[in-house]
């Protein structure tokens, strides 16, 4: 097996297809290096007596390698009806942005409300603009580590087409006050990479990291999932790893990369993960193939997720869930 996988990274090394764009978005998608997803589900937002995420948290994302954190933000649940975000909901996020900038980490802002926007486009529509109207003045003063991400996983009701002209209406609304800000905008179809050549981006806008997620074998990846199909839930006992699985994420990744090479664009891998249902060994592969495939693409990544069922640490014990983290953060996999 360490011949195998140390066969595998030579392979790695020699098939990344591009070097990192030299834009100002290439540069800062490197300076994104490891990171995680945050906040999405803690109900911080609602009630921050009831916090999972600590503070102190911050600084130790840091100092234990990651070098971004990916904001999940569910605004839209925190609007009222003519589109105005919640004064005590902005706060939170204020601190969230002040206490992470503050610990040394670059910060995605990610507005997460891709299920609200696959069931309604007009509607979607109409509360994302509102949203940057407001989010984009408010942190125009923030350091280049902050980034703005558009959309998470526009899917369903937002079509590629609608996708397309509904990115360049946010661009437009966040140039209008960050014209120099990153922002991340990935493909539709739930930022999968193979509709990448149905994205349409403005080509003299030269400040946008694209960003895909990665979660294939889907069967293996969500097994157990019922979310994703009810009977799921009996799927389970999938393994990963074999020599074909393997050199099937080299392929995959130098599909991407041939893609950001062709177009001038920084790629950041804003997810993937695997569910906890399966095997610790297997998930553990699998994190560490994923990682070190982006990496050597010169990719930026992001890990889902922080906490929870695909966590990279278990906020119960207060400890690193180890076999993943060490996947993540390890340069080779042993």
């Not at 392979?11 to 906040?39: C, H």
């Not at 007596?49 to 070098?67: E, I, N, T, V, W």
């Not at 933000?73 to 902005?90: E, I, K, N, R, V």
């Not at 099937?248 to 001038?264: E, L, P």
Request: overall charge negative; some cysteine; hydrophobic content about 40%.
């Amino acid at each position: 097996m360490r011949l195998f996988l140390s066969g595998l990274f030579t392979l790695l090394a020699i098939t990344a297809a591009v070097a990192a764009p030299s834009t100002k978005a290439g540069q800062a998608a490197t300076k994104l290096g490891r990171g995680v997803n945050v906040l999405g589900y803690d109900p911080l937002w609602t009630d921050a007596g009831k916090a999972r995420f600590k503070p102190a948290y911050y600084k130790m994302l840091h100092d234990s390698g990651f070098q971004n954190i990916r904001v999940n933000l569910q605004a839209f649940s925190h609007m009222d009806q003519s589109g105005h975000l919640d004064a005590q909901w902005l706060a939170k996020l204020d601190d969230v942005v002040k206490q992470a900038t503050g610990a040394g980490l670059k910060v995605i802002l990610d507005e997460h409300d891709y299920r609200a926007c696959a069931e309604n486009a007009e509607d979607c529509r109409s509360k994302l603009i509102a949203f940057w109207n407001q989010i984009a003045p408010r942190y125009k003063d923030e350091p280049d580590s902050v980034l703005f991400e558009i959309l998470n996983e526009p899917n369903k009701a937002i079509t590629p087409d609608i996708w397309n002209g509904l990115l360049r209406e946010a661009l437009t609304v966040i140039r209008k006050t960050n014209p120099d800000r990153s922002v991340v905008i990935g493909p539709a179809n739930s930022n999968n990479f193979h509709s990448l050549d149905k994205l349409s981006l403005p080509e003299d806008d030269r400040n946008i990291i694209v960003t895909v997620h990665y979660y294939d074998p889907f069967a293996f990846t969500h097994q157990g999932a019922t979310w994703t199909n009810p009977s799921r839930e009996k799927l389970i006992g999938v393994k990963w790893g074999s020599p074909a699985e393997h050199e099937q994420i080299v392929r995959d990744f130098s599909t991407i990369a041939a893609w950001s090479g062709n177009h001038d664009r920084p790629i950041l891998l804003g997810e993937f993960g695997a569910y906890d249902k399966g095997d610790i060994a297997s998930r553990a592969a699998w994190t560490a193939s994923v990682a070190r495939a982006a990496e050597s693409n010169h990719f930026a990544w992001s890990y889902w997720q922080f906490e929870g069922s695909f966590g990279a640490y278990d906020i119960a014990t207060d400890k690193w869930v180890a076999p993943i983290h060490q996947a993540l953060m390890s340069s080779q996999q042993n």
